[in-house]
């Protein structure tokens, strides 16, 4: 069979582009320290190396959230260490406060600190993480209390409805009252003791004598019967130059339509696959004991009350609701703890987890560097052979060209 010059030359540009290509495969596993590159390099092992990607970028997801979930976790953790010790401060009042040897004015004295750890308390149920409120649930940008004023300062806490205010017009002395909120009308509850305040044109009226107040229900009961008027928005009472009404109260946190908002929402974090985890606590769930109702706030309030009307009865009784409290507040730490050292195991898992899924990609992925090497050097020497045989074989003639 006759071969032609044409066919001599396809031929070896044929071998000569194999070889190089060869060459140019190698010389990329060289460079990149990969062997698979695109799916055409090998189609099957491709296909397994995408599916442990995938398990890795999961492994790495999952990593960041139980990383968050243990952060989120360490300063609730915080929050409810400090809480347990300003409890224990309270304790300790409470004992003292009992004693028969301390005098009224001094339980006032006693209750000026309660007033103080109660703010200290709220200030530490509003904690944040990341700019998120950790006690309320999902309404994480709400605070789960709030510390509200009834201010009689200015004529513009009068004009903007900030005092609040109450009816006893027409009320016989031993009569009970409700204050109410003088913007919404709503009523107020959850007086902090010590902080009431209430002045008619400029004369101050004074607790245990003019007046008593009941703290956790948010009440005044007359006991001068000057007090027995109407200080209703919209009257002439309810003037920087008649009644002024101070004091501080709790609340709860309220949405933009001033509704109060639940604390008992989960936030999870996906710590594994099809697995999530709780890692909040709720204001509720953590101040509040089940059995008896006793809330934190109200125990405080009761206690604070007490002092400030020297009713050592209730003294001694706020010991067992402070107990309760701090109960409640230990099994809501331990069942933190207990989240905490979950996710610490299921990162440690997580982490060896992701160091065999990097393993096993590495061993389909990576080239042989000392094989591809030696390829390498054999492919260039077949590469260099062609070429300089094709320079032998295929030789320009004048011949060539007749």
Known sequence: MRITMKALHRSMLDVINTRYSDLADLQEQLATGKRLRRPSDDPIDVANDLQLMT??????????????????????????????????RVRELAIQGASDTLSAKERGFLNKEIEQLTRQLVALINTKYKGDYIFNGLQTKIPPILLESSS????????????AYFNAAGAAVGTSVQLFKGFS?????????GTFSLQIAGVTYGENTDFTVDYKAGTITILNAALAIDVTPGTANYDINRVALTFDYLDRGRDVYGQAVSNRGIIER?????????????????????????????ALIRFGQALVQDDQPNI???????????????????????????????LDRNENQYIQVTSLRSELEDAEMAETTTRFMLTQNVYNAALQSAAKIIQPSLVNFL
Not at 58 to 83: F, P, V
Not at 152 to 163: F, G, P, Q, S
Not at 275 to 288: H, L, P, R, V, W
Not at 322 to 343: E, H, P, W
């Open 55 to 88: 398990r890795q970028s999961e492994l790495r997801q999952h990593k960041t959230n139980i990383e968050d979930g243990i952060s989120y976790m360490s300063i609730t953790e915080t929050a409810m260490e400090s809480m347990n010790t300003l409890l224990q």
């Open 152 to 163: 009689a300062a200015t004529v513009d806490d009068y004009d903007n409805l900030r005092m």
């Open 270 to 298: 996906d710590i594994e696959s099809g697995i999530a985890m709780q890692i909040n606590i709720g204001m509720d769930e953590m101040t509040t004991d089940m059995e008896s109702g006793t809330t934190l706030f109200g």
């Open 185 to 193: 009308g709503e009523a107020v509850t959850n007086i902090i003791p």
């Open 316 to 346: 001694s009784g706020a010991i067992d609701r402070i107990d309760a409290v701090f109960t409640t507040i230990l099994s809501a730490q331990s069942k933190n703890g207990a989240r905490i050292n979950r996710l610490q195991t299921t």
